[in-house]
């Protein structure tokens, strides 16, 4: 499985869970088969760091689009709630900053501390997917050598996303739901064969804000 087809499948994953809301106006059903895009786009955005380049084009192109993404995510958040978040692209920006310190850095104790302190960053500043999003794009790169360890880190580190809000708000039958959603991108990304497919350097740029974009208009029509 190529790069292309993992980005196609979480492209179209994506645009389900948000969708969803759009025409229920609420958590649905759709939103266990969202679960499916962002690890892949973690995965992704690991792969990129390694392969890219130029990684200052590279990281400047994630801003980019970042800034140009936002005024949509916003529109779109606001069919859920009032609170103030971050697009994905941030944290995309603060994983490959954690990437970066734990590459260059000597030692690496220090560098995964760092990248703990980036990840709370996430956390408090409501990047999309915070400190967890952080943390297994960070966990992709670290186990990019062993598809069995970067499986075994990221399935340890979903189940300590469940369990926080278990522990905080009590167990809902959603989170084991979610948890086991979250799970599938594994089978997907165990399947990536290192080759780069299709070029589509601007899809996933192009595609978030726009379809964030139809999805908000689609909610003031309907």
Same mark, same amino acid.
């Given at each position: 499985m190529s790069s292309f087809v993992l980005k196609i !499948?979480?492209?179209i994953t994506m645009f389900i869970d948000h969708i969803g809301y759009a025409i229920f106006g609420h958590f649905s059903y759709f939103n266990y088969i969202g679960r499916i895009a962002f690890p892949i786009f973690a995965f992704q955005i690991s792969e990129g760091y390694i392969h890219t380049r130029n990684l200052k084009k590279y990281v400047f192109r994630l801003f980019?689009?970042?800034?140009i993404s936002q005024i949509p995510f916003m529109l779109f958040h606001s069919l859920l709630s009032t609170d103030f978040y971050l697009n994905i692209f941030f944290t995309l920006l603060l994983g490959i900053a954690c990437i970066y310190i734990y590459h260059k850095s000597k030692y690496k104790s220090l560098s995964i501390i760092v990248s703990i302190? !980036?990840?709370f960053i996430a956390e408090f500043t409501h990047c999309d997917y915070g400190f967890y999003g952080v943390a297994i794009i960070l966990l992709f790169y670290i186990f990019k050598n062993s598809n069995i360890k970067s499986s075994i880190a990221f399935v340890l580190a979903t189940i300590i996303?469940?369990?926080i809000p278990i522990l905080k708000y009590g167990f809902y039958y959603q989170y084991l739901y979610l948890f086991f959603a979250t799970?599938?991108?594994?089978i997907f990304i165990s399947l990536y064969n290192g080759k780069k497919g299709k070029?589509?350097?601007y899809l996933l740029y192009l595609f978030?804000?726009?379809?964030l974009l139809l999805i908000y208009g689609i909610h003031l029509i309907k």
């Open positions: !499948i979480a492209i980019i689009f970042a800034l302190l !980036i990840g996303h469940y369990l799970l599938i991108p594994v070029d589509t350097k978030y804000p726009i379809h």
